[in-house]
């Protein structure tokens, strides 16, 4: 995430303590993904695995970011 993402999400923490439980989860995704990534050869499985790890990111990554919308929209 960008800086000034993180920047929103300090700000927002307080009205909406669920962006703590989203925004850890993703930091464990990255790392998840990052270290498959390091790997370099995969197996099929891994790969799946890699894959649904990136979805599941950006599908925490939108809930972050439609929280943040609400919040600059009230």
């Given at each position: 995430?960008?800086?000034?993402?993180?920047?929103?999400?300090?700000?927002?923490?307080k009205?909406?303590?669920?962006?703590?439980?989203?925004?850890?989860s993703h930091?464990?995704?990255?790392?998840?993904?990052?270290?498959?990534?390091?790997?370099?050869?995969?197996?099929?499985?891994?790969?799946l695995?890699?894959?649904?790890l990136?979805?599941?990111?950006?599908?925490?990554?939108?809930?972050?970011?439609?929280?943040?919308?609400?919040?600059?929209?009230?």
């Open positions: 995430m960008d800086q000034r993402t993180l920047d929103l999400i300090d700000a927002a923490r009205a909406h303590p669920e962006l703590e439980s989203l925004v850890s930091h464990e995704l990255d790392a998840q993904v990052s270290h498959l990534t390091e790997r370099g050869h995969l197996t099929p499985e891994e790969t695995e890699l894959s649904r990136k979805k599941e990111k950006l599908k925490i990554r939108d809930q972050i970011e439609d929280i943040l919308h609400q919040k600059a929209s009230a």
